[in-house]
């Protein structure tokens, strides 16, 4: 049985004409339409490479609608989830930051890393386990780690926690609100994303065969 591939055209596959003409391969399909240095500026792949996938485009909004043309809907609601995310990213980084700051300056006078970097540092603790040759070790010893877990632990993470909590539910909602809206404007409110529609050739074929069966991997 002959089989279809799908593929980028290079070197490495410069035998898929023979593999064609043997009927060991039904046909091939490249990934991409057009070149990417096309001299064609308004190529839609080489348009997206400029204008959409540059380091030069980081802060500018992505062209969705140029993406969903280009890859199909799926693509291009992914590309919009992780575009929202993203900016939705920024709120919740920026109260962690103040939160690790917060952190930083109550460093000095947190009476927990005192405890275990003066007051006790030379308290003698217990070996971490029972085999011979495990060493006593000092609480003075875990001062660095202490006022490391300070940093991130601290009585801002309490506040943090329950930003992050409203932080999840608004995302979720406004999300909802966002797809709805892209969804309308690409005419897709009923797309499946589990659908696969079978090609116009297979359809054609389809109709002229005679003898058919159930598939029984699909059936």
Same mark, same amino acid.
């Given at each position: %049985?002959?089989?279809?591939?799908?593929?980028?055209?290079? !070197?490495?596959? @410069?035998?898929?004409?023979?593999?064609?003409?043997?009927?060991? /391969?039904?046909?091939?399909? !490249?990934?991409?339409?057009?070149?990417?240095? @096309?001299?064609?500026?308004?190529?839609?792949? $080489?348009?997206?490479?400029?204008?959409?996938? /540059?380091? =030069?485009?980081?802060?500018? $909004? +992505?062209?969705?609608?140029?993406?969903?043309?280009?890859?199909?809907?799926?693509?291009?609601?992914?590309?919009?989830?992780?575009?929202?995310?993203?900016? %939705?990213?920024?709120?919740? @980084?920026?109260?962690?930051?103040?939160?690790?700051?917060?952190?930083?300056?109550?460093?000095?006078?947190?009476?927990? /890393? $005192?405890?275990?970097?003066?007051?006790?540092?030379?308290?003698?603790?217990?070996?971490?386990?029972?085999?011979?040759?495990?060493?006593?070790? +000092?609480?003075? +010893?875990?001062?660095?780690?202490?006022?490391?877990?300070?940093?991130?632990?601290?009585?801002?993470?309490?506040?943090?926690?329950?930003? %992050?909590?409203?932080?999840?539910?608004?995302? %979720?909602?406004?999300?909802?609100?966002?797809? @709805?809206?892209?969804?309308?404007?690409?005419?897709?409110?009923?797309?499946?994303?589990?659908?696969?529609?079978?090609?116009?050739?297979?359809?054609? $074929?389809? =109709?002229?065969?005679?003898?058919?069966?159930?598939?029984?991997?699909?059936?």
């Amino acid at each position: %049985m002959p089989y279809v591939f799908i593929l980028c055209f290079s !070197p490495i596959f @410069s035998g898929i004409t023979k593999l064609i003409k043997d009927r060991v /391969s039904e046909a091939a399909f !490249p990934l991409h339409e057009g070149e990417c240095h @096309s001299s064609d500026d308004k190529a839609p792949r $080489k348009w997206l490479l400029n204008n959409w996938a /540059s380091f =030069s485009t980081i802060f500018k $909004k +992505q062209p969705l609608d140029d993406i969903k043309e280009y890859f199909g809907v799926k693509i291009g609601l992914y590309f919009a989830w992780l575009g929202f995310y993203t900016c %939705m990213l920024i709120p919740a @980084s920026a109260v962690g930051v103040l939160c690790f700051i917060y952190g930083f300056f109550t460093l000095v006078g947190d009476a927990h /890393s $005192k405890d275990v970097c003066e007051n006790h540092n030379d308290v003698i603790l217990c070996p971490r386990c029972d085999i011979k040759g495990c060493k006593y070790e +000092q609480l003075g +010893q875990t001062c660095t780690f202490v006022k490391i877990t300070h940093l991130f632990d601290n009585g801002a993470a309490v506040f943090f926690a329950v930003f %992050m909590s409203l932080w999840a539910v608004i995302f %979720m909602e406004l999300w909802k609100r966002y797809s @709805s809206k892209i969804t309308h404007h690409w005419d897709a409110t009923n797309f499946d994303t589990l659908e696969e529609h079978p090609r116009p050739e297979y359809l054609a $074929k389809l =109709s002229t065969v005679k003898k058919k069966k159930v598939n029984f991997i699909t059936g």
